[in-house]
């Protein structure tokens, strides 16, 4: 389908505000040919320049990064949807492929974009991907993931399918250990653009990081979590992670992540997400 001019406009200023979250803050600009080289014995022409610099300031490469570039999972989902927010997110999942912006680039088997269906109004962010989403390049595909699609089919009887599915960070930390605040930095427009294209009606923050990242207040889950903020129009939800509550299986714990995502519920209506 091709793309209205508003829609060019904003994927283009997207994938600007993109390169410039990579560092690239110039582009080159295609001018003329320049004029023939002047016949000998005359005398010299002054020259025109050929053409401004041209960006080779790409992060990775400049600081002698060596980012793992494979397929991604995420290009091959996005085929399948039909409508605006999948065609705008392609060229961002692209960026997500091969980026290079931070030291996680090296590490990972692949990028994990996201999943689920981009045309959903509830956005569910998670921290990062853990081993079997790096393998398989997909968020949630583990064990907390299963836990997480049991909360939202059996909690919120809603489809996983149906819900669009990410993280803060598109790389695995190696060891699984806590996003640094830099790579949080270094993918933050990845999730803004996300963001703006789904523009979900809900977003469910599960744990700490996405919490934090998405009401802006660094407080502890437990303080952010059990009450509705709002975020430029859209309603932003925090609640345990589901990590957190295998490893604390207790009945107050799932008891509040039940009360959370039935906020979520409350917002959005119970039945199927997508019509
Ligand atoms: N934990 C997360 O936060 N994200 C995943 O994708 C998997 C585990």
Redesign the pocket.
């Known amino acids: 389908m091709a793309l209205t001019k508003t829609q060019l406009a904003r994927q283009i200023r997207g994938n600007l505000e993109l390169l410039a979250t990579g560092g690239v803050n110039e582009l080159p600009v295609k001018l003329p040919p320049p004029p023939p080289a002047p016949s000998r014995g005359k005398p010299a022409r002054a020259q025109a320049p050929t053409a401004r610099p041209a960006v080779t300031t790409q992060p990775a490469a400049q600081v002698g990064r060596k980012p793992v570039i494979v397929a991604s999972a995420a290009l091959d989902e996005l085929k399948q949807f039909e409508g605006p927010q999948a065609r705008e997110l392609e060229p961002v999942a692209e960026q997500v492929r091969v980026c290079g912006n931070c030291t996680l680039c090296e590490t990972r088997t692949q990028t994990?974009f996201g999943t689920g269906d981009p045309r959903s109004p509830l956005m569910i962010v998670?921290?990062?991907?853990?081993g079997d989403?790096d393998a398989r390049g997909i968020?949630?595909v583990?064990r907390?993931?299963k836990l997480l699609t049991d909360i939202i089919e059996k909690g919120m009887k809603y489809k996983r399918e149906h819900v669009y599915i990410c993280?803060v960070l598109k790389c695995r930390p190696p060891n699984n250990r806590n996003p640094e605040p830099a790579e949080i930095e270094a993918c933050r427009g990845y999730l803004q653009r996300q963001i703006e294209i789904i523009n979900p009606k809900v977003i469910l923050a599960?744990?700490l990081f996405p919490a934090q990242w998405l009401t802006g207040r660094k407080l502890a889950i437990g303080k952010l979590r059990g009450q509705v903020y709002d975020a430029e129009g859209r309603k932003v939800i925090a609640t345990y992670?589901p990590?957190y509550v295998l490893r604390n299986y207790t009945v107050d714990v799932r008891k509040k992540v039940h009360e959370d995502v039935l906020l979520a519920v409350e917002i959005l209506g119970p039945g199927p997400l997508i019509k």
């Open positions: 994990v998670g921290e990062a991907p853990g989403e968020p949630f583990g907390a993931g993280n599960v744990g992670h990590a």
